[in-house]
């Protein structure tokens, strides 16, 4: 019996990075009717950012069932069951291989799921690459008024389709509000400055050991404030994004030691902020979550404002500032229409399509857009923009590394997909994955200095 003729909507939610299976998982739940139960099966992507057991609990995302798999095995899995939604929470490339493979997986089959893909965070490179390996799926969502209105025009400027443009926010935005001097447990806690670090930006070890030294000289600075570096992942993880020098390590050997008010900090994002009094980053997503929960935000200009760095995303925000106006007691104040495109801010405008709704309500066209499809007659196959004849030099290569041919079968010779791996193999892939990891953070730095010499 297909899913969408009981009360419980079956979602299929694969994902590259923790981040993503964060992201993809959450956004599932919110597409979901009220009165519908979800049925979540996570599949994480094989690849050099799986996560470990540590993230995935560090996550806190449940689901019913979860385990890991090759495009391949994906393909077939979907091919072989029943499901409602199937959500791909990729980077670009394994998005468009996953809808050239599901089109050929589904073809001939009377009933589809509804295919839904987006983005995990701000959205500042690569804006027509990304969205043009995107397009296809039967929902692109976009997380506020401004991205949709990009997402459009880029899809329309090539002659695409821009129907699956849908208007939502994060997902996992929420939490409680920031009252300030008004909250009576920050009168029993110190101030905390908390910094958000993340994995790829910057990318040299100069800039890194700059911010994180201003950080530490900020705790000394002022003693009666906790100063915590918020970390992504530990040594050995990765994230969405590959971590070359991660701080902990660098802190690790700056001399003079560490000041007894500045500590490191792991977990969950929303339980950090709970406690937070200052958020300070380059970049980070993290700045929409702590403006979405009233919290003073800094977005770093130390380093300038730069597109490689992804700051230049909040020109207009009124949250720009350097560590030497911080040091001196500035706290910033977001511009309120700034911050209502972005699609947050605890009950104000969330930029959504009524452009006067709530966060609340950031998810109801999508929901009632999935909601149509799921209980529709039979979906068209998956059109993707790029095909062999639109993009011949680009796409067989996107495929291939996903062992897909140019029609979005499996190529000769492809890992086979119609058994689980076997203990053996298991622990070959995570010694590989270990020896990636190691080699990505301990032997490309060397052989880029080497480089340099």
């Known amino acids: 019996m297909p899913a969408s003729a009981t009360n419980t909507l079956r979602v299929a939610v694969l994902a590259d990075s923790d981040t993503r299976w964060k992201w993809g998982a959450l956004t599932a739940h919110r597409l979901a009717p009220e009165a519908s139960e979800v049925r979540l099966d996570g ?35 979907m091919k072989e069951a029943a499901y409602d939604i199937v959500l791909l929470s990729l980077v670009g490339g394994g998005v468009q291989a996953m809808l050239h493979g599901l089109r050929r997986a589904w073809d001939g089959r009377t009933k589809r799921p509804v295919v839904v893909t987006g983005y995990v965070g701000v959205v500042y490179e690569k804006l027509a690459d990304g969205l043009l390996l995107r397009h296809g799926a039967d929902l692109v969502l976009a997380n506020s008024r ?30 409680r509000p920031y009252t300030g001097a008004d909250d009576p447990a920050a009168e029993r806690r110190p101030y905390t400055v908390v910094f958000a670090v993340q994995p790829s930006v910057p990318d040299n070890r100069r800039d890194r050991t700059y911010l994180l030294n201003r950080l530490i000289g900020h705790a000394r600075l002022h003693p009666d404030r906790e100063v915590l ?27 003079g030691g560490l000041p007894a008010n500045f500590r490191l900090a792991y977990g969950n994002m929303g339980e ?25 935000t800094v977005v770093l200009t130390d380093l300038g404002i730069r597109e490689t760095l992804g700051n230049h995303h909040f020109v207009g925000s009124g949250c720009l500032a350097s560590w030497d106006q911080l040091d001196a007691g500035y706290e910033p104040a977001p511009d309120p229409r700034w911050v209502a ?13 009524s452009g006067a709704g709530s966060y609340a309500t950031a998810f109801d066209a999508a929901r009632a857009r999935v909601a ?10 998956l059109a993707p923009y ?13 495929l291939a590394r996903h062992h897909l041919g140019p029609d979005g079968a499996p190529l000769p010779g492809a890992p086979a997909a119609d058994r689980q791996a076997g203990p053996v193999r298991q622990i070959v892939r995570r010694a590989a994955r270990g020896a990636y ?16 010499l």
């Open 43 to 77: 599949f994480l992507l094989r690849g050099r950012a799986t996560p470990t057991a540590r993230q995935l609990r560090e996550v806190g995302v449940r689901s019913d069932s979860l385990r890991e798999v090759t495009g391949l095995e994906f393909l077939r899995a």
């Open 146 to 175: 401004q991205d949709a209105d990009r997402f459009r025009a880029v899809y329309e400027g090539v002659g695409a389709d821009a129907s699956s443009v849908t208007e939502v926010a994060l997902p996992f935005l929420g939490g």
């Open 229 to 255: 570096l918020k970390l992504r992942s530990k040594p050995g993880e990765h994230t969405t994004h590959i971590e070359e020098l991660p701080y902990q390590k660098l802190a690790e050997k700056l001399p």
């Open 272 to 296: 950090v902020l709970d406690t937070t009094d200052l958020l300070v980053t380059v970049s980070s997503t993290a700045a929409l979550e702590s403006l979405h929960r009233r919290i003073p």
């Open 341 to 353: 495109r972005q699609g947050v801010m605890a009950g104000g405008t969330s930029g959504t399509n």
């Open 372 to 381: 149509k499809l799921v209980a529709g007659p039979e979906l068209p196959p």
């Open 386 to 398: 790029y095909t062999p004849v639109t993009a011949p030099g680009y796409l067989p290569g996107i």
């Open 437 to 452: 990891r190691h080699g990505v953070q301990r032997v490309a730095p060397v052989i880029r200095r080497m480089g340099e």
